[in-house]
């Protein structure tokens, strides 16, 4: 299978309602890697995500993909899960014919709820699992496709700390298992705990992008140490 | 007041007895409407759940022109399919006119426009809620409407509902296209007319009321089969 990686995107930018939500950003994707994008409520994270999985179309600049048909090996978590009203297991079942799986499909489906350890549950009605269930199904639902990268939109802003640890756990699996990550999070700790690569965005601009370690070490830009300290931007 | 207490207990009465009459009126109303429900849902499900997806100049025209044919004049479609099934008509050929077919045909038209603009509103809300998740499965626009009528099904077996009781309780279009003939094309609705032009009041009020309860009781039905269902898929 060909690698989609490296992603390059050069002065990717977003306007929307005469707003820059996103402005000049330039970034490279490499594969193997688990980039976090962190930055302050509003600094447009969401909207990157959503430019760089395709769901949104930039008002300006390039995003260039190593492969045509990049994103049938793209998926995505959101912030707030969204299920069919049908079980769990048929639920990731959906996302496996949609994709056009052939064969073992419904095995597959198991094989994903057991490595989130939802496997017990397959066939419970997916919209009465709690808030933690649902983003594990969501990341179950992700793994089934077997994505070369996938994108999480703050998996864990609505999640208790248990809850929270599953994902994470769950994420690093997939990574493990070949997947290359971006998620978003305002969570410093999150960052810490997962992130190899950080993109730090502040008002629509991309900041810093740089080594986990480096970043947290000595970030290179005022608005970043002030995040990392905790004070509050704007 | 005399007259309302006597065909109360005439109604009573008349269901009590299964009136063979009584029954056999009924489930011909039965028939012709739930044929006309089946018909304009095959049809207007779908035609909803594209209009709710579809983007294209004329949209809003075309549901502003919708939802106001959900008020259109019973008379008017009878004498429209009248015209169409008459032996001079286009479809005269088929010799539908005064027969059960002809009254589900009418009546079918008549609730068309009920039920595809109650569809494309709650497919449209719907919509909202699932779009980025199902555009990021990489799901076709039909699969997005597929899975959304079967995800909003407890919702559209209102619309549904509501089509069905505007069917059952409407006179022109049936009395125009079926003739009232007894036996063959005499349903509730058109049975009440003729009996209270004859003067017999309480006949006609107690099939006015086996109506209402008939009404009554599906809807009943359907509410709780909708209440459970709810409960039990979130
Ligand atoms: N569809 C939209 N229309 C108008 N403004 C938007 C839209 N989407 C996002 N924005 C604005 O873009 C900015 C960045 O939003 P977002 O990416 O959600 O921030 P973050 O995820 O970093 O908290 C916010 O100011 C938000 O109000
Ligand atoms: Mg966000």
Known sequence: MTSILPLSVRDLGFTIAGHEVIQGVSLDLAAGSRTVVLGPNGAGKSVLLRLLHGLLQPTGGTLRWAAADARRHQAMVFQRPVMLRRSALANIRFALDVAGAKGETDARARLALDRVGLGPLAERPARVLSGGEQQRLALARAWALQPQVLFLDEPTASLDPAATRAVEDVIVAMHQAGATIVMTTHDIGQARRLATDLLFLHQGRLIEATPAEAFFAQPRSAEAAAFIRGELLW | ?234
């Open chain 2, 1 to 234: 007041m005399q007259d309302i207490l006597q065909s109360l207990g005439l109604a009573f009465n008349l269901m009590w007895r299964l009136d063979p009459n009584l029954v056999a009126i009924a489930t011909l109303s039965l028939k012709v409407s739930g044929g006309a429900v089946l018909l304009a849902a095959v049809l207007a499900l779908p035609f909803g759940a594209w209009l709710a997806l579809a983007r294209f100049p004329g949209r809003d025209a075309v549901i502003a022109v919708l939802n106001g044919m959900m008020g259109l004049p019973p008379v008017v479609v009878g004498l429209l399919v009248y015209l169409l099934l008459s032996r001079a008509g286009p479809l005269g050929p088929l010799g539908l006119l005064f027969t059960p077919a002809a009254m589900s045909i009418a009546q079918a038209i008549l609730i068309f426009p009920i039920i595809a603009a109650l569809a494309r509103q709650v497919i449209e809300d719907a919509w909202d809620e699932y779009r980025e998740q199902l555009l990021s499965l990489n799901a076709t626009r039909w699969q997005c409407a597929e899975a959304l009528l079967w995800d909003m099904r407890f919702s559209l077996s209102t619309s549904v509902l509501a089509g069905f009781g505007r069917a059952v309780a409407e006179v022109g279009a049936v009395m125009i296209v079926g003739g009232n003939i007894d036996g063959v094309t005499r349903v509730m609705t058109t049975a009440i007319a003729l009996e209270t032009s004859k003067g017999d009041l309480p006949l006609a009020l107690a099939l006015g009321l086996v109506l209402i309860f008939l009404v009554v009781c599906i809807n009943f039905a359907a509410q709780a089969v909708k209440s459970y269902a709810r409960r039990r898929h979130g």
